[in-house]
């Protein structure tokens, strides 16, 4: 085989190289896309995690049925545990005498 013939598939096989070089490349933008969008999932997913959290600790619930007496908070405050927030009435336990 000749210089040139040697030069011409030299090129060919460059050519093709370059040619899947190029393809390695595109998938692996693609596949830098892909994992961008996973991470950009998966802190969405944290983040409303993390609201359903918040919203759990921040709703009152009574332990038990009945009228609300007293409010001793305002919404938007911060409390502890320990602060009674509401006083409920058990209207199942009053009795009235005449």
Do not use: H, W
């Not at 040619?19 to 999932?41: C, G, I, Q, W």
């Not at 009228?67 to 509401?86: D, K, L, T, Y």
């Amino acid at each position: 085989m000749g210089q040139v013939e040697q030069a011409k598939t030299a090129l060919k096989n460059a050519q093709v190289a370059y040619a899947n070089a190029r393809v390695s490349l595109e998938n692996a933008e693609k596949r830098t896309s892909v994992d961008v969008s996973e991470a950009s999932v998966d802190q969405s997913s944290v983040a409303v995690q993390t609201a359903r959290d918040q919203l759990a600790n921040a709703t009152v619930i009574s332990p038990f049925s009945g009228i609300v007496a007293a409010v001793n908070g305002e919404v938007g405050e911060m409390v502890s545990p320990q602060v009674s927030v509401v006083t409920v009435v058990d209207v199942q336990s009053l009795k009235a005498e005449s």
